[in-house]
């Protein structure tokens, strides 16, 4: 029977087939010799490979891990576990005859070090881990059973944890953002099984994690503070968790994105790990709150006309109208049936119109007092917000700015506006530029499409890594405090993946 150097190998040193890339790089010059001496070692080998077969206890005993493995996946074959091992031919990873391997002592260490991430080492059973994989050095009758529990025990943790990382622990909807459509699933089975593959466990591990710059900053100061300063990292750890959690919420980082901090009150134009541009904002009201979302910027408009709300309308206009109509048409309002029809303001019996029945659209024109301002910029969302400028440019002087109806008015949009021209097609942006000014000189609404829609993030965060230092941010709307009773409860174990 031919037997090939690489099963000869396998059959002598079970870590082989675990670790080739441990193998040291023989030169080409230093073959010769090996051969001679290679050729009389195959002679050996081959004729004691049935000794060899029956001495060797590692490989029985690893067929009976993989055995039970493959019990255990026809109990429960759509758990996340089971899909692990059966990806690996039923192989056991973090086991072996000797005790742990490499990449299970790196998963503990990994584990036990959850809280430079912002997680819960607990929550990753860490001091059981510790207790099996030390029971695992002593062997014995129940190693085999010992051996499985703890592949078991092990890959849920590990999956858990990726999840958290790249996920984040919250799952409920009404603390979270919803996701944009079309937001690939993270496949944590696969990170695990290619952080096994990848030679350095730890490092691969941690690529679940986002990659936006404001993670990646608040990351590097959190662990910057746990080194230098104890008492401080104690008393900011729910913060910087709470914070991480929200970021982890996010879509992956695009390489141009706008980023709006509801807490502040600042708009960041980022590209890749730099801010190229910052500016003011104004958000809503603590009674009309802003709401965190992701979307897309897909167009803008010059000189817009402003489509009343029909929660101003019913309940801040309708009060002024039934003292005095005029009111609509000093400040350049104008009244609209539901169908479009022009109504005149002045032949309505505006006592006898209730909040509740209110049927007409309020509409302003484009003009320099327009509440809109110069330039409106649009994206989809569920709440009828937007970016845009505004007349009040005094409101962006204030310290605090949470002053609108849940809109989100930006300083110095028109700069904004050219930059996104320049980055869609810089080839017409001239062109758009100077028909973007004729639109405001003529006071002639004009829309600008973008080929490349800008992903927008509104966010919430209540700190903030500002340089090598953590920077706490007023939590305008208390939204923290849900938040941190989510956050202090249990997380919910992705389906199948409850640590037994």
């Not at 993989?66 to 056991?92: H, N, V, W």
């Not at 401080?232 to 695009?254: F, G, I, Q, T």
């Not at 790990?273 to 809503?284: E, I, L, N, S, Y």
């Not at 005094?394 to 849940?406: E, K, M």
Request: net charge positive.
């Amino acid at each position: 029977m031919k037997t090939s150097l690489y099963t000869l190998l396998q059959l002598l040193f079970p870590r082989f087939q675990r670790q080739p890339q441990a193998l040291p790089v023989v030169s080409k010059s230093a073959w010769a010799p090996l051969r001679r001496t290679g050729a009389l070692f195959l002679v050996m080998v081959a004729a004691n490979v049935g000794a060899l077969g029956m001495s060797r206890t590692a490989e029985p005993l690893d067929a009976s891990v993989a055995a039970a493995l493959r019990m255990q996946a026809t109990k429960a074959s759509a758990g996340l576990i089971s899909a692990f091992y059966s990806r690996l031919e039923y192989a056991p990873v973090w086991t072996q005859l000797d005790g742990p391997t490499p990449e299970a002592q790196a998963a503990l260490q990994l584990l036990t070090q959850a809280q430079r991430f912002g997680l819960k080492p607990a929550e990753y059973n860490v001091v059981l881990l510790q207790t099996m994989l030390d029971s695992l050095t002593q062997g014995g009758a129940q190693s085999m059973q010992l051996r499985v529990r703890t592949e078991h025990q092990i890959t849920a943790a590990l999956l858990r944890f990726a999840y958290h990382l790249h996920d984040g622990r919250i799952t409920d909807p009404n603390l979270r953002p919803a996701q944009l459509a079309g937001e690939p699933i993270f496949d944590a089975v696969a990170h695990l099984q290619q952080a096994v593959r990848s030679g350095n466990f730890t490092e691969y591990m941690l690529t679940a994690q986002p990659t936006s710059r404001s993670y990646v900053r608040l990351v590097w100061a959190w662990q910057r503070l746990l080194q230098t300063d104890s008492v401080a990292a104690e008393r900011m750890a729910l913060s910087v968790a709470l914070n991480l959690e929200r970021l982890r919420w996010e879509p992956r980082a695009d390489s141009l994105y706008l980023a709006v901090n509801i807490p502040a009150y600042s708009l960041q134009v980022v590209r890749g790990a730099k801010v190229v541009a910052t500016h003011r904002v104004v958000v809503g009201k603590t009674a009309t709150p802003t709401p965190e979302l992701f979307s897309r910027l897909t167009f803008f408009q010059a000189a817009p006309e402003w489509r009343v709300p029909q929660s101003i309308s019913a309940n801040e206009m309708l009060p002024k109208l039934r003292r005095d109509p005029s009111s609509l048409t000093e400040r350049g309002f104008e009244l609209f049936t539901a169908a479009g029809k022009r109504v005149n303001p002045y032949r309505v019996n505006w006592k006898q119109v209730q909040p509740e029945t209110f049927a007409y659209q309020i509409r302003q024109l484009p003009s320099a007092d327009n509440a809109l301002g110069n330039v409106v910029f649009r994206f989809a969302n569920p709440y009828s917000i937007y970016l845009h400028d505004t007349p009040t440019k005094a409101a962006f002087r204030a310290t605090n700015r949470a002053l609108s109806h849940g809109c989100i008015r930006v300083e110095k949009p028109l700069e904004l506006a050219r930059f996104l021209l320049q980055r869609d097609n810089p080839a017409r942006a001239d062109d758009r530029a100077q028909d973007l000014q004729t639109s405001l000189n003529r006071s002639e609404t004009k829309g600008f499409g973008l080929q490349a829609p800008v992903p927008l993030l509104v966010r919430y965060l209540t700190c903030e890594a500002d340089g090598d230092r953590l920077r706490v941010l007023p939590d305008i709307y208390g939204r923290d405090q849900a938040l941190t009773q989510a956050w202090q409860g249990e997380a919910v174990a992705p389906a199948a993946l409850a640590l037994r």
